[in-house]
């Protein structure tokens, strides 16, 4: 009889890897923030954040070792059990990981990945998207600056529109940047968001649609 790994399709075979990594959820889903907004991924949030943030909505990520190590093998092949192109990496924080050998596997296999960072950690691993969303309670290392294709900032109070333009500056003049109401501000602080895009359009409004939509 054929093995999971040998019954997946052509190209996802022969991926077995022995890393595994602390998973606290996996699941497909639309991807409700940023850039990639409303596209199918399938999302591997890892266990593990020393980053702090006051208003953090996974607080239950943050000690990696509540969460059970799954071996890369396992976690293609529940993706392969979907149609999707695109695998997001998001956390905690991931970068606490060595990620090389995840995204090795998952590129292999013919997925996009794109990794969701506070950039406080070192980077591992071969991306297609990187979007960085830096925090205050740990700043990102300089060196994933130039490196990101999209900028977050998730806006808790008026002095972040400052601190957001901080980072423009910083990131390449490609990396897109996204401004998003942190959820529970989010009735005060969108309306002046909206205001601050119109009078500095380099900026767009990211929502967390999944919130809205209630999928995961
Ligand atoms: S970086 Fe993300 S997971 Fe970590 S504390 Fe901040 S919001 Fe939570």
């Not at 359009?201 to 209630?214: A, D, G, R, T, V």
Request: aromatic share 8%; proline share 7%; hydrophobic share 40%.
């Amino acid at each position: 009889m054929k093995s999971e790994i040998e019954n997946l399709p052509a190209g996802r075979q022969g991926l077995k890897s022995k890393i595994a990594l602390p998973v606290m959820e996996h699941f497909y889903t639309l991807q409700g923030e940023g850039y990639h907004q409303g596209k199918a991924a399938y999302f591997i949030r890892l266990g593990g954040c020393d980053v702090g943030c006051v208003w953090c909505d996974v607080k239950d990520s943050w000690d990696a070792e509540r969460h059970p190590l799954l071996k890369i093998e396992d976690l293609i092949l529940n993706i392969s059990k979907t149609p999707s192109q695109i695998v997001v990496v998001t956390g905690g924080e991931p970068l606490m990981h060595d990620l090389d050998e995840l995204t090795s596997v998952l590129q292999s296999a013919g997925l996009k990945t794109n990794i969701e960072t506070s950039g406080a950690h070192p980077l591992s691993g071969k991306w297609n998207w990187i979007c960085l969303s830096p925090k205050k309670f740990k700043a990102p290392l300089p060196e994933i600056l130039p490196l990101a294709n999209e900028l977050k900032i998730v806006v808790f109070n008026k002095s972040d529109f400052d601190w957001a333009e901080k980072y423009a500056a910083l990131v390449s003049p490609q990396c897109k940047l996204y401004l998003q109401p942190e959820w529970d501000n989010a009735a005060q602080m969108t309306p002046l968001i909206i205001d601050y895009i119109k009078a500095n359009p380099k900026w767009e409004l990211s929502l967390q649609i999944h919130k809205y939509i209630h999928v995961p």
